[in-house]
Every structure is written in structure tokens, then in C-alpha cells.
């Protein structure tokens, strides 16, 4: 007896092992983890326009596209739900440095409405259930603006001459691209249509002396996204309420202002030729108006694209500022995951116009008021 027992281990082994194996197919069938990333590099010439600058040349992180590294998963239950998270992180791949921002409102300060500046994951950073009636997502990402943004700009957010343009006189992108302390809706495809919702706590404030007061950042917005073959339209409107600060040091005065912003937006593929088209409005304090007409061409593997944007802003002080952007920009792909790119952009104020030059991750501003910015990159972009 003892002999059979013994040589029967092996088999008895074998089957748990077999078993086991089985057992963690099933699972990892269920639930499932990707690990992606964009790694972007170029080398970028700019030039502020202010006198007497001449050009810098640096090694820069995200002209096409922002580094970054995420998780992205997933876990299949019951009845056709899901349980989804997603974790990303912009990094300089230029020198290594995880992206600093400020995307907390809690921490928000007289110097600092918005929060204080600190690393994590700062592009996404939500969980949430996927069921038949859409998605429902809790923590940080990005607005239904954002999206609308995305999908109208010829550039996709990426490249000197972008949309991204308007976030300076914005406050930054925390103040219209990207959200804490949220709670977001993605609709289900509804025949080519889809909607989005947010509503952000904001800095999560009862108020009291040196606090940020009560409904301080908090932030809402819809947008409605149409595809219908080659035609795409769109359209979003938000609203912030941002901490209103005075004085000598800076203090909360206890009240909030709103700011309305609104956007529309249409493309239209042809094949090898695309046009995109749109019209953003921001409101006071910025007061900040961005009418754009964009085209690409593809020839051969490689495409062309080009846009032009013109800018207005209010001047309480006197005459209205306005600037006019142009960008250009080459993109040859090498794989299915590699491309070459040439990005071009420079940005004509009038007198009063302080406009800068963005990419997807690298901004210039106009070294004067009335200067003419301009950047120059060539680099590659892989996505992993």
C-alpha cells in the first residue's frame, strides 16, 4: 500500500497543478490588466519673440503625444457588468521626472485656488462599473470638453498648434480638461451617439476662516458626441466655480465667481483628405473666444496636416487682444506603433495679444505682450 500511494503522488500532483492552472485561465478569462504608455521625444527649436532672444534648442517630452504609463482593467460580472479602473501617469522623457500638477482641489490655497502641486497619477485615476446603461466612473479624468476638444481639432490635442492653445489663458488644463474628485457618465453608443456628463465636489470645503469657501471648484459638463460615417459633430458646455481671492497676502474672501465655457465642432473624412472645423468660448473672467479650421492630407504612408486658430480675449484696459495661430506638421509612421514626425507653430499677436504655442505636452508663452512665438520639433512617438 505504501508503495502504490507513493507512486501515486506524482499523478495526484500533477492533476492539482492541473487544476490550479485551469482555475487562473478561468480568472485571468474574467478579469484582465493592460500595461500601456506613450513614449515621446523630440528635439525643439523655439523662440519666445521677445527682443533681443534668440532660438533654444532643448530635448523635449510630448510633442505628438504625452509620455505617459498606465494600467487599464477590467473584471467581467454578472448580468453583463464590469468592473473597470484605469491608473496614468505623464512623465518627462527628457529626464525621467513624473509630470507635477496641481490636481487636488482640496489642498487648495490663496496662492494655489486650485490645489497645491504634487506628482501621482495625474492624466486618469478612477474606478467604476461598465453595465448596458453606460459607465459610471468615480475619482479623476478627463472632461466631456476634453473629448469634444479632441475629436473637432485636426490634431488630436498633439502638435505645435493645437487646441491646447487656449488652456494658458484658461489657468491650466486642471481648469478645463481634467477634473478630482468627480463623478462621470459615459452613455452606451445610442445608433452613433453618445453623451457625456461630470460633476466634480470641487475642493470639498464646509468653508471657515482661511479655508477655501463652500461649492469652491466645484465643476460641471455635458457633452454629445455624433458619428455618422465619415462625419463626426460635437459639442460641450461646463461651468466652474472657482474661490474668489484678495488682498495682501492673498486670502480667501469667502465668495466664488462661475465661468461658462462652450464649444461646437464638426469633421468630415474624405479618404485621404479630412476637414475639421469649430468654435470655443470661454467665459469671464478669461472671456476668451478660438475659431479654428483644420485639414490633413495623406500622401502616400505619410500625412499632412495644418491649422489655423484666431484668438480674441476682452481688454478692460483697452484694445481687445487678439492672436492668430498657425501650425503645420508632418507624421510618417515606421509600424503600426512607431512614427516620425516634423511639428511646426507660431502664434501673431496684435499690440495687446499674449498668446503662446502649444503642443501636446511642451508650451511656449510669448515672451511680451505683443510678441510672435514660434517652435520648431522633430521626433518620434511610440506607443506601447
Known amino acids: 500500500m505504501n508503495i502504490r500511494t507513493s507512486s501515486a503522488r506524482p499523478y495526484i500532483a500533477a492533476a492539482t497543478a492541473s487544476a490550479f492552472l485551469f482555475g487562473a485561465a478561468l480568472h485571468a478569462a474574467a478579469q484582465s ?4 504608455g506613450v513614449a515621446d521625444a523630440a528635439v525643439i527649436a523655439q523662440k519666445s519673440g521677445a527682443l533681443n532672444t534668440g532660438t533654444v534648442t532643448t530635448v523635449g517630452s510630448g510633442v505628438n503625444g504625452g509620455s505617459r504609463w498606465g494600467l487599464r482593467g477590467e473584471e467581467a460580472l454578472d448580468d453583463g457588468l464590469k468592473a473597470v479602473f484605469q491608473l496614468e501617469q505623464g512623465f518627462d522623457i527628457d529626464t525621467g521626472a513624473a509630470s507635477s500638477y496641481a490636481g487636488n482641489p482640496s489642498t487648495a490655497t490663496p496662492t494655489s485656488p486650485n ?6 497619477f495625474n492624466r486618469r485615476a478612477y474606478a467604476g462599473l461598465e453595465t448596458r446603461l453606460g459607465t459610471l466612473t468615480l475619482g479623476r479624468d478627463y472632461t466631456p470638453f476634453y473629448f469634444a476638444a479632441l475629436g473637432a481639432d485636426i490634431f488630436r490635442l498633439g502638435m505645435f498648434g493645437n487646441l491646447q492653445t487656449t488652456v494658458a489663458p484658461a489657468g491650466g488644463s486642471e481648469r ?9 457618465y459615459l452613455s452606451p453608443d445610442l445608433h452613433g451617439l453618445r453623451l457625456r456628463a461630470v460633476y466634480s465636489l470641487g475642493s470639498e470645503s464646509a468653508g ?8 469652491a471648484n466645484r465643476f460641471a459638463g455635458l457633452g454629445a458626441e455624433y458619428t455618422h460615417g465619415d462625419l463626426y459633430l460635437t459639442a460641450s458646455y461646463q461651468t466652474l466655480e472657482f474661490p474668489v481671492v484678495s488682498g495682501t497676502p492673498a486670502a480667501f474672501t469667502g465668495a466664488t465667481e462661475h465661468r461658462n465655457d462652450g464649444l461646437v465642432g464638426v469633421k468630415y473624412d474624405f479618404g485621404s483628405f479630412a476637414l475639421a472645423a469649430g468654435y470655443w ?3 469671464a473672467p478669461q472671456s476668451v473666444s478660438d475659431a479654428w479650421l483644420g485639414a490633413s492630407l495623406k500622401l502616400g504612408p505619410g500625412t499632412v496636416l495644418a491649422q489655423v486658430q484666431r484668438f480674441r480675449q476682452d481688454n478692460p484696459a483697452g484694445v481687445e487682444r487678439k492672436g492668430t ?5 508632418y507624421t510618417y509612421p515606421l509600424s503600426k506603433r512607431t512614427t516620425l ?6 502664434t501673431t499677436n496684435n499690440a495687446t495679444g499674449s498668446f503662446g504655442v502649444t503642443s501636446s505636452g511642451v508650451s511656449l508663452a510669448a515672451g511680451a505682450v505683443g510678441a510672435d512665438p514660434s517652435a520648431l520639433a522633430v521626433g518620434m512617438r511610440h506607443n506601447f
Open 281 to 283: 468660448r470661454m467665459g
Open 341 to 346: 514626425y516634423a511639428s511646426y507653430g507660431r
Open 176 to 184: 478645463f480638461a481634467r477634473v478630482s474628485n468627480a463623478i462621470f
Open 33 to 36: 490588466v493592460t500595461l500601456y
Open 325 to 329: 495661430a498657425l501650425g503645420l506638421a
Open 208 to 215: 471657515g476662516p482661511g479655508q477655501p469657501p463652500k461649492g
Open 115 to 120: 490645489g497645491t502641486t504634487g506628482t501621482g
